[in-house]
């Protein structure tokens, strides 16, 4: 499968975010990630849950989120990356750039979100119900989504560690606020950052079936 990869250049308000955009040949959809605290568009764990993706047919966008110089003040502080209405912003950004550019053309548009990123994933996915398809939380805190989570129409799927008791019960919580849209997996043995053997695998090809079966027309 040819398969098209680069790195471009995002104008969303005032910020120019940089993205990794890997395309097959005919995608059948396009997965934008929104990382978690502390991390970027580098993250190895979305990289490689991305690769599978692509090996499925979906085509992704790795986007960083903070401009450097916001990177520089959240290595200090800390308190950017857990401002969900900004990142959420971004995301909605990229998302409206994805639907007029069309880099992958027009296909349908998934958010797959880790940690705080899941938050932010599921706010822009009630901001922008009429272009979004499908979601998925790696390990995430979509409690963080607050108000919007009674507000998600998209199909969302939360994939969390069953040693990562705490966040389960963030879940819970957050799948009773989306109702039937959403649905709650426990991938057994795994921790919060799925290191453990074949954990992230799991993570990956359910995110991979999720995505082709709600992006796929």
Known sequence: MDEQRGTVTIPVGDAQLPADLTLPAQPVGVVLFAHGSGSSRHSPRNVAVARTLNDSGLGTVLADLLTPAEDEVDARTAELRFDIGLLASRLAGIIDWLAVERPAGDVPIGLFGASTGAAAALVAAASR?????????????????????????????????????????????????????????????????????????????????????????
């Open 129 to 217: 119900a009429d272009r979004v398809a499908a979601v998925v939380s790696r390990g995430g805190r979509p409690d963080l989504a607050d108000d919007a989570l009674a507000q998600v129409r998209t199909p969302t799927l939360l994939l969390v560690g069953g040693l990562d008791e705490e966040v389960i019960t963030l879940n819970e919580r957050a799948l009773a606020e989306l109702g039937e849209v959403g649905e709650l997996r426990v991938i057994p043995g795994a921790t919060h950052l799925f290191e453990e053997p074949g954990t992230l695998e799991q993570v990956a090809d359910q995110a991979g079936n999720w995505f082709t079966t709600h992006l796929s027309r």
